[in-house]
């Protein structure tokens, strides 16, 4: 098993070969920068109740941030890994398809302006599907982005 100043090392190691700002591990492991901060200039031990988490965010095995495997560290699959907040769940795919849908009948029966003040129908059949893949992107981008978690600056 690493020391606590290996572990603090490797993490940090790993953190600027993967070009990982303190603010975002910070966010990736749930944890308040000032206290990251006191971890990596080592006036407060590395939490190993949280390795996990480290490990997860950092893309490599718990057994490897401890120093209980050997091998690269690579993370290989598992059931207990992290669920990412941000990913889109069956429902929410549901509401984002009803959505598109709700919109591209507001296009066609000329409720909303469109492309270049034509109805869907009245485009090609490229510009029609990009502008549906466009649409069907925004609302994806910012329902994960409602699904965020928010910090107010004064918090950060």
């Known amino acids: 098993m690493r ?15 993967q070009r ?17 901060s006191r971890i990596f200039n080592k006036t407060r031990g590395f939490p190993v109740n949280r390795a996990e988490d480290f490990a997860n965010a950092l893309g490599v095995s718990v057994e490897y941030l401890l120093g209980f495997d050997s091998d690269d560290g690579t993370k290989r699959s598992s059931s207990k890994t992290k669920k990412d907040p941000t ?12 959505e598109l849908e709700r919109l591209i009948e507001g296009m066609n029966s000329g409720a909303y302006a469109a492309f270049d003040g034509q109805t869907l ?7 029609r599907e990009l502008l549906i893949a466009s ?4 609302l994806r981008v ?15």
């Open 121 to 127: 129908d009245d485009m090609d059949e490229e510009d």
């Open 142 to 156: 910012a329902k994960k982005l409602a699904k965020e978690k928010f910090t107010p600056k004064k918090y950060r």
């Open 20 to 36: 990982i700002s303190l603010s975002e591990l910070a966010r990736r492991v749930e944890m308040a920068k000032s206290g990251l």
């Open 87 to 98: 990913t889109l769940t069956p429902k929410d795919e549901k509401s984002i398809q009803a």
């Open 3 to 17: 020391s606590n100043d290996e572990i603090i090392n490797l993490v940090n190691k790993l953190r600027e070969e």
């Open 135 to 138: 649409l069907e992107n925004s």
